[in-house]
Every structure is written in structure tokens, then in C-alpha cells.
């Protein structure tokens, strides 16, 4: 930690913040400089409290150096992680992920068409929501633990691994029953109690960056994960909130290259709840590969005319062949 | 809703939108302009889905007229809520609220302390969190039910009700044992299963605004609340995320008196969250409640330097103590 | 500036960095940690460039101590300035100021009666704008020269000075000729060449906020001004962009007492354009002058129904009356 | 237009509201819902001033169809424009274009250099800048016109046209004089005088997306040029202010396509200023290639770690041919 100084700050102000650093058994070390004094931290193990530093007369701000996370982060972990799923592997050296399927599970012939597209058109993880975080408490929320079943007999008819979203602590048993993934929604990032369930589980976890959390903030998230011991931990970027409403979030996707720089997790890239608008999604999900993602995660709907949920994100099966198609050529280009 | 047409959408598709729109068992009335077709949807008793809509050939728009509230709505429930818990009232026509206390419980001697110079101050609610959502997992948690019981002791030492945040939804009987209002915090805005059990408890409900939450989505999460029958629902201003970071969040306070226009519901707002600055606290409790605000609520602790959690954005009792003398002097002016 | 090395620099990286800071001119000075080392910064005299170091090898981040502004900036002009312009005061101690008038000059008739309808009503300064920034270019765009004098007439007639806005370079001369405060608004706040012809203009200056600017860029901004030895600015916070939309900005108020205490230059507040509802404006005036505002702007419209600008959020001259009422009330309750 | 009446607005109030669309020469069709009533606003010929409505008695909402812009719309003008510039051509069906060099110019051998550099590895306009806007006042502010001879002179060297920012109207006849193609920069994009001027010198414009300009006020600002007869104008997304500061801005990928379906005009990217970071540009740069994007401009300079400016996101000469070579074959790859 850096404490820098008024301008004006006395000496006896220096001495004091000096003093209270020491009193937490760390060390001061002032820097005199033209302008202002600053006074460096040593000593510390991680991230320093500052509350009885910041206060103090004369100081002008505390400056942290730790991050709070440290299990994710490359700069102590600099292999790359592997994270394999139920025979799918994501990650560095790998090819690059698709997972696909509906929103949410409507139905059984529903799930049995989209897993049959899916698998058809070469995706290798089948997803599907059983329960649905909406808006406002009119619109359809889910079949539940109903929705789970349909899931897993789809998959199996096809021979998919699937992944569906768990929202609460107590439906984390059924979901750890029913699928091979859990999925923690962009909503419940910060949902620190769930986080820390979801990590003893022992299940790989793909964890959304929330609509407006920082990358510090999406890590440190990912970090609870991991301090439970379990570092099967898959990111995605899903789009932020920003002043721009054209689209539904805005997709940031120098966040991929980005964490690949900063964390050891495979990150892969959501475009369909990114972007919110079917056309956009083909594209953006080429872009995120070209941008070094680790996959990708795309709602596919048999009939997205007729969807319960996101209908105007969905490609159709037909959509999602096409982009398909495009993909392999883009991953023989990658070289995989 | 209203569909708007491109500007050559083709008569042929015109007539097809109108059909699917009675598909639906709604009326379609067309209404031609000199450089576009818009039509318009009659007869639906609220907010309509547009996923068969949006996507057909020549649609360019659906605009919703309709909200995905009701229930909070002053636009059908015109007279404004008064919500009471333990004998204190929030909403028009009462004198607004003190609500404070330390961001969170930390031992018995504090709490005391600390209900004490909320209570000497003129505080009308005792605030003190036992469970703690922290960035990342090496920060302090909260002490969980035995902060609750402390809490409890502290407010009954000192005759004040008590509030707290309810996390997850397998502590709401202890939180619901223990304290007088449930507070759900900015992260857990949009948890809607825990809004649909707090709703249930039928305990009054303090909501905070989401980091990135619309008024819209605020009032949408309110709503959850509602249709389970508890319309004991307290709103909470507590800043947004922006670009700036000079604060914490940037404090949103216009949303005041548009509440206020939009909703029934009383509004409070949270000076020391929003700002994340003790200098900025006092100025900025004092111009929400010039706003319009039903009250505020302010972290006290008895000594912030010590503080485990937001000690920088707390008041000493001392400096309490100064604002709420400044609060009487105001709410005298305000005329109550 | 603090130089943060990577968890596991090298030593000759560390060198090589010292070196570069050294070849700078400047002193390198070493803080070893128990994670990282960092590299202390000294003998600058102001912000440094820090393109040569970011890329050394090793290197993780640069962390400015220093900002960019210092003749704004209370830190080393602790002193207030009270701006005097036409015998209006601004500043610490003086009564607040309020600015009133229409969006856009329309003809003599209209400006003759909202002169008239200020005065009576206690406003101190006249507004109104010649030439207008418009979204699109098929909007009315302003009077121009033609709309100054009738500005200034209208002024006269009443006894008011007059503020309106400069757009480009080459209206300065024409607007200093008519007016008595120049005003740069929020999209021309980094036009950095109107802002230095501005200051050399030697006039008072009010300058609006920028709708994504910090309040750093905002301060850095006047600092143009001030850097050309005109002193008299006065700030102008009008609302920032964020992800709501409900109102047509976010109105930033806890601004106003950040920076009364960064800044030693006045600050006042635009509750018409911050949130675009004639509702909002009274309130959100009142919450302003209590958060500390040195004074307010206000639209203000004969006939704003019929107005050819910005009507939706422009008082009539009745309702600016009323609100002045209660502006005299609150003045006296804060000790003017 | 739609004029959304309150759900209990009397029959009084949606006929004073016919009435007064009626005066404005404008034709009302009610449209009765369940919930509320809607009027219908026919026979305008393209964006309608709503104040007088806004403000009736009983109007809660006027939701607007026309776009406040209409030259630039592909809804009006099908077909996508090539704009040609010095013998090069931006869009669709063309090969994307590189345009590379230096943020600013600095001295004739780094510009040589640069241009040696850019040509070389197949860059196909140089840009340089001559007059820099920078954020605070004690930054490099750049050469002048005496940088626009070093530029001119540097492309003629090479056999490239020259690209560079004029920021002010007495600027655009020197930089006319030197430039192939003016560049108006993000904190211009709503300086619409200079707009104005720029569309008038019959020139290609460069138009760089404002830091928080939405997508409708990007196009708006484009009609500024195309209302002036100014058909030559190619658009630039590089990034946008949000919350999150890890990289410089928040570069808006799904931009590209986006725009592409609305309008006519070639788009571009610059990833250097979006993300700031050197180590993203060119995996940024080639996914904007994927996206759509009709070319790149990317910031080269001989020795980045001695620029003047913006030096930690410049490429190097030979970090750019190695971006080149990988843009070759995914141009290749795409068809080109």
C-alpha cells in the first residue's frame, strides 16, 4: 500500500501515519518528494485494511498495490488451467467450446429438437434454464426441478454434457443430481453464499461476469470459487450496462485477452445475452473466438418465434448450423 | 405495445404482423404514416410478449406501452403507502426516518455503544449487519446469527427496532426471529427467490437499488415483493455505478421525487453506501431529505478507525450526534 | 508516481527500471515487498510521462500520485475565490446566485418577458442561448448574433447581466461584446482551444461539466482556463451520462461538496438539464443549495409549451416564481 | 409519434390532447387499450417537437418513430456507400483498410520513419496528429501546421494519403491544404459547427464515435456532414466510457454490425485508443476485421517508448508488420 499526502501535511502528520502503520505490525517507509510526501507499506500479506490509516490528519489517499483475489490471478498461478467438464476441456491448447441450446426448457419435444440440432451441428455441451431469473414476477419462471429431468434426458439422447443455471443454495442438490455443469448467472455473481456452495460442490462452475462488475470484481468472485478448493472454473463475459441501449449489454470483449493475461481460467463468450438481437450473434460469436476465447455460448431454440424466454436472441437450428459451419472453417483458420 | 414497420415494409407484411397479432387473441390497428406503418396492439391485460413479433420480415420495433410492474404503481394505486414496522412510519405525512447503526456487527460492546448514540442522537432504527457480502473471500463475513442476537440486545437496551440484511434464504427464520425489518441489499436486488420468500415472511422489506438496477427494474423487484402479498416494502437509494469513481457510487437522487410520481411506496436513501465518504455523509443526507426523502440511513460507529467494514464512509457517534441536530433544524424548516 | 513490479520481477528487471527513471532525471527509490516490490518516484515537479517505463519488462503498473491540474486544485490554493462578474458574486460566504432564462433566444418578446418574469421573481442573471448545439441538423439551431442583442436588451431593460453560450472561436468576439459570462457547455468542455481563447478573453467564464467527464477531467478543464491567468470560473454541474435513462442525466450532486473540497473555485448546479422534467427542477434546486451549490440555473419560459427548446424541462414564470419562494425560504433556514 | 395517455386520464383530457396534434397540422388516431389509451400521431414528415404535448394534462409518455437523423439511415438510402479517399475505398466489398502512424507528429525522422514503417508492411493511409487535444493544459499540445508539412511530406515519401484531426474551424484550411482526409475526433463528434464547416470543404470525414455518444446521436452527428452535401464520411468506433477502467475505454464490438444494418456509411475501428493497452491491439483489431469492420486504424510509432504521446498503446514498427502479416491471412480467410 502507498499512503500519499497532502501537500501541506506536517511533519508531525508524516510521524503520525507512520506510527498507526507500525501499530499494525507493518512497516513505514517514507518517499519526500517535490510536491508531497508519500509513505510505502511493507510487510503486509495480501490486501491491507486502511480504515485507521485513511482518516488520519494529512493523508490524501491510500493506494493498494494487492488485489483482492490471488488464487486466480497468472502473477501466482502461471499455467494455464484446463478445465475439463464431463469429457469437454476447456481452455489453453484446446479447441474452442460450444455450448448451445434453449433459454429455458419448455418442454420435452422442445429439448429433444434443440438437443438434436445441436449435437448435429457439432456443439459438445447442451444448455438449457430450469430456473429463470425474469425481470418482474409476471413473466414464466421456470419448470424447475421438472425442467432438470427434461434436461439430462436430452443430453443423454444425444450424448451431450449439459449445464443449466442453479439461483439458490437449495436447489444446488438437485442441479449436482441432474447436470454436469453449474452455471452461476450474471445476477448471482456477487452472491457470495451461493459462490461458496457452488465451489464445495466440487462441480465445474461457469461463473458470468455481472451486468456491472469491474474485472477486479468478476476475479474476486471467481476467487471464492477457488478458495473452496475447487479450481474447475470456466469464466464468461455476457456484456455490461452502459449508457448504450441499442443492444441489450454491451458485449466488452477486450475483457478476453484481457483475463487471459490476468488469470489462469479459461474464459469463454456469451453472445446472445450480450448483444440481445439474433443477428448480431453469428458475428459477434466469430469476433470472440478470433479474440482468443475459450468458447462460446449461444441460444439456440427450435422455434425461437414461439420461445418462452430471449425468443429474439435465439438462432434456430437452421441458424445455428449455418453458424456452425462458419465456425470450423474460422477454427481450422486458428489453427485447431 | 406498438409495432413499427420499416419504412418499405411491403403491404403483405403489414397484414402478416396483424395476424399473428390476433394469433394471439389481441386487436391490430394499423396506423399509416407518411414514411411508415405503425400498429398498434389493443386488448392486452398487461405486458405482452414480442418474441413472435419482433422478428418477422419488415418489423423494425415493438414499443411497449405497458410496465413489468403494477402492483407498485401509482398509476393504480394513486394513495400513497405508509409502511409501519415496530412503531416507527415511513411515507407521506410522517416525519422522515433516522435509520443508523455500524455496517456491521462486531462484538457486544460496540453494539451497545452504538445503540446508545444512535438513540441519544434521535435515531428512530438500530442497522447493523451480521452477514456481510465482501468482495472477495479474505475479507471479514460478518458474525452471523450471534450478530444477530447482539443486534437484538443492543436495540432492546435502548428501546430502538431493528434492521439487517437477509442474504440467502435458509437465514431468513433467524434474521426473521431476531430483527423488526429485513433489509435485501444492492446485490441481492434481483435474487427473486429470495424476494419471493421475504415477500412471503410478511416482515416489512427495505430494498435497496441495484449497483446498475433502472428505476424500472427497481420497481419490477418491488413488485416480487407485492404479488406475494406484502406491501410492507420500504424502497433505498444507495448510488449507482458510473463511469466515476471519485465516490463509491454516484449518488442518483433525482430518482427521489420520481419515485415519488411513479410509485406509492416510500423511498429512503443510504448517504454513506452512495458516497463512500464521511466529509460527504451529513451534505448529502440533508439534500435527500430536501428531496423529498422518507428518511435516510447512516453507518455510526462508535469508533470508525477501528471499524472492520466501511469504517471511511461511517460517523464517529460524535459526528452523529452533529448531524442530527443539523436534521432537527431541517426537518423543523420542512415543517415537521 | 509509485512503479508496481510484476510478483515475480526479476532483479535486473527491477535495475532496469531505476535506470530509466534515473536517465529521466529523476530518483528511483526501491520498496521491497513481501509479494512484489515496488519503485518509488522522486524529484518531479508535476504529472510524469510514464510511456517510457509502463513497457520495461517486468513492469505491472504505473500509479500517478500526481494530477493533472494544480492552479485549480485547493491543495495548493487553499484560499476560496469568490468570482465577481457584473456585480454578481460567486463563491464562499456570498449569497448563492441564480441564473434563469430560456434554452433558446426566440424572438424580442419572449426574452423581454422572461427578463422581466426573473427579475420580478429575484433571479440575479439572465440566460438564454444565440447558438445551440442540436442533436440532429434539422432542429433550430438559434438566432445568433441577432439573438445576443436581443439578450442583452432584454437584460438591460431589467438591470440583469447576461450569461449565453460560445460554441466556436470565432463567436467570442461577438459574445464578449454582448454578454457579460461566457458559458462553455458540457460537449465543447474538452474543445481545449476554445477553452485557452476563453481564458485569454479575460471575461468570467462558466463551465459546464462534460457528460462523461470525471470530475479530474473536469477540474483539468478549468485548469485550461486558469492557465491563461483568468481566475474567474465558476463550475457548473449539469448531469453526467449513465446507464439510466429515466431522467435525461444523472444528476451528480455529491459533487458539489467533493469539489468544494478539491477546488477552490465556485461550483453551482443545472437542475433543468440534469434531469430534463419540469417536476424534478424546484426539488432538485432546493437539494442543490442545501449539498452547498454557490447557485443554480434554471430554465425558465414565458410559454414553455410553446417553447422552440427544451420546453418539457423549462419552468413558466409562475412556476419560477413559486419555486423562487421557496428558494427565499431556504436561504434564510441555511443563514443567507 | 405515440402520445400514452395515464391509465386514468378522463375523455376531457385525450381530446384537449387530439386537439392540440390537430393544431400543429398533424392528424390524432386514439387507439383504446385495456390498461390506458394511446393516440396516434400521423402525417408528420419526420421528427416532431412534442413540447406542447408532453406537458398536457393526462400525457404520461410520447414515444417517437422518427430518428432525429435520416441521410445517413440504410431505411432511406438501401444501398451502402463506398467512399473513396485519394484513390483508396472504404466498405462494402472492398478489402478493409489499414490506416497506421503515429498518435502525434513529433519531427520529420520520426515521421519518415513511420511512413517507412506503415508502407512497408502494407498500411495504406498514414495518419499523424498535428493539433492534439489533450486533457490537461501541461501535456504536448503538438506541432501545428508545421506538423502537417512533416505529415504531407512523410506520405508523399511513401505514396500514402494522409489522414489527421482538425479540431478547430480555422484549422480545416491548413489541414485541407496537407490532408487527404480529415479526421473529427471522439470529444468533437457533437462540435457542430465544426461538422458543419467539415462537410461544406467536400473532403472525406473521418468521424470518430463520441466517448458517450449513443449509436442514434453517432448517426445524428453523420447527418450533420450528409445535410451539407457531404456524402464521403466513414464512421469510427473507439470505445466508449463505462464503468469499468481496466482498459482506456470500453471498446463497443457488436457496433460494427449493428451499424452496418442501419446504415449506408463504411465503418472502421480503432482498437489502439479503445483499449489502450498495446499487448490488445491486435487481437482487437483483427476480431473488429471479423466483426465487420470496413478497416482499422491502429497507432504506430517508430519507438513507442519514447512517444510523446500515447506511447504505451502504439505498436512498434515491427509489432505492427507482425499484425499485418496476421491480417493478410485472416483477410484472406475472409475472402479478400
Chains 1, 2, 3, 4 share one sequence.
Do not use: W
Amino acid at each position: 500500500m502507498l499512503i500519499v499526502m497532502d501537500h501541506n501535511a506536517t511533519e508531525e502528520q508524516v510521524k503520525a501515519v507512520q506510527k498507526a502503520v507500525e501499530v499494525m505490525g507493518l512497516e513505514a517507509k517514507p518517499i519526500p518528494g517535490s510536491e508531497r510526501t508519500a509513505i510505502g507499506v511493507l510487510g503486509n500479506q495480501g490486501y491491507v485494511d486502511d480504515a485507521t490509516i485513511r482518516e488520519l490528519p494529512g493523508v490524501r489517499e491510500c493506494i493498494h498495490v494487492s488485489k483482492p483475489y490471488k488464487l486466480v490471478s497468472r502473477d501466482f498461478h502461471p499455467e494455464s488451467t484446463v478445465v475439463e467438464a464431463a469429457g469437454v476441456r476447456f481452455g489453453d491448447g484446446q479447441r474452442p467450446v460450444v455450448i448451445a441450446g434453449p433459454c429455458s426448457i419448455e418442454n420435452e419435444k422442445q429439448m429433444l429438437d434443440a438437443a438434436r440440432q445441436v449435437k448435429a451441428a457439432g456443439g459438445q455441451v447442451l444448455r438449457g434454464g430450469a430456473f429463470k431469473p425474469r425481470t418482474g414476477p409476471h413473466s414464466f419462471q421456470g419448470l424447475g426441478v421438472e425442467g432438470l429431468k427434461l434436461l439430462r434426458q436430452a443430453g443423454d439422447a444425444e450424448g451431450l454434457p449439459v449445464i443449466t443455471e442453479v439461483m439458490r443454495i437449495d436447489q444446488l442438490e438437485a442441479v449436482c443430481r441432474h447436470a454436469d455443469i453449474l452455471q452461476i448467472g450474471a445476477r448471482n455473481m456477487q452472491n457470495f453464499d451461493l459462490l461458496k456452495e457452488a465451489g464445495r460442490s466440487g462441480f465445474p462452475v461457469l461463473l458470468k461476469r455481472g451486468m456491472s462488475a469491474t474485472i477486479e470484481e468478476f476475479l474476486a468472485a471467481a476467487e471464492y470459487l477457488l478458495a473452496e478448493g475447487n479450481e474447475r472454473v470456466i469464466l464468461c463475459e455476457r456484456g455490461i450496462r452502459t449508457f448504450e441501449r441499442a443492444t441489450r449489454n454491451t458485449l466488452d470483449l477486450s475483457v478476453v485477452p484481457l483475463i487471459r493475461q490476468m488469470s489462469h481460467l479459461p474464459i469463454i463468450v456469451d453472445p446472445s445475452h450480450a448483444t440481445g438481437k439474433r443477428p448480431l450473434v453469428p458475428v459477434m460469436a466469430k469476433a470472440a473466438l478470433v479474440a482468443g476465447a475459450h468458447g462460446i455460448m449461444v441460444e439456440v431454440h427450435p422455434e425461437p418465434e414461439k420461445a418462452l424466454c430471449d425468443g429474439a436472441q435465439s438462432l434456430s437450428g437452421e441458424g445455428f448450423a449455418s453458424l456452425m459451419g462458419e465456425v470450423e472453417g474460422l477454427l481450422k483458420y486458428l489453427g485447431y
